[in-house]
């Protein structure tokens, strides 16, 4: 079954790190781009990273820029978000997806992270 | 990077068209025929339902198509059904190897 499956979201505190990977099956994983895209309760979509199909090249939204790191293990299948220095706007269900003739034909079902004290 | 501009709410009763716009700039929409849109229904993520402004994937109805002029694309929906009824964002590709979102539109089927 072609999918993508994140996980690692949950509560953390401001100022604190989370690591979300995001797990795929059913196509050749490495030949693609991964993004993340993210979605504050209640608003839009907004665009946060991608890395290339074999890591050589990644690209952050201003807003996490410095912040977030984007990684793939092309073994495993996998690619991770590693967020630090959270704070209460990075709150937002988190999705990856893949990138297919520039669109995201694949999403993953989202993984949730509130930041909160 | 301020998202791309979409109206907020759209409506129309079933049988209907409708068109929801979305405006960028010479970096983004007017730069790029890579220009995407979502259908998300509450709760789920996101589907790809137009990509590279005009193409439809396999399974999505002819119903849906999409056109781009200058900075601004849209998305019509002919024959408008209550499963239509959910939010739509607009993508495109932009310079520097980044993507942009517009703000999201509210359909409702009346």
């Known amino acids: 079954q072609v999918q993508l499956v994140e996980s690692g979201g949950g509560v953390v505190q401001p100022g604190r790190s989370l690591r979300l990977s995001c797990a795929a099956s059913?196509?050749?994983?490495?030949?693609?781009?991964i993004h993340w895209v993210r979605q504050a309760p209640g608003k839009g979509l907004e665009w946060v990273a991608v890395?290339?199909?074999?890591?050589?090249?990644?690209y952050y939204a201003d807003s996490v820029k410095g912040r977030f790191t984007i990684s793939r293990d092309n073994s495993k299948n996998t690619v991770y978000l590693q967020m630090n220095s959270l704070t209460d706007e990075d709150t937002a269900i988190y999705y990856c997806?893949?990138?297919?003739?520039?669109?995201?034909?694949?999403w993953g079902q989202g993984t949730l992270v509130t930041v909160s004290s | 990077q301020s998202a791309l501009t979409q109206p907020a709410s759209v409506s129309g009763s079933p049988g209907q068209s409708i068109t929801i716009s979305c405006t960028g700039t010479s970096s983004d929409v007017g730069a790029y025929d890579y220009v995407s849109w979502y259908q998300q229904h509450p709760g789920k993520a996101p589907k790809l339902m137009i990509y590279e402004v005009t193409n439809r994937p396999s399974g999505v109805p002819d119903r849906f198509s999409g056109s781009k002029s200058g900075n601004t694309a849209s998305l019509t929906i002919s024959r408008l059904q209550a499963e239509d009824e959910a939010d739509y964002y607009c993508s495109s590709y932009r310079n520097s190897n980044t993507h942009i979102f517009g703000g999201g539109t509210k359909l409702t089927v009346l």
């Open positions: 997806a893949r990138l297919k003739q520039l669109a995201f034909d694949l």
């Open positions: 890395i290339w199909h074999d890591g050589s090249n990644k």
């Open positions: 059913g196509f050749t994983f490495s030949i693609y781009g």
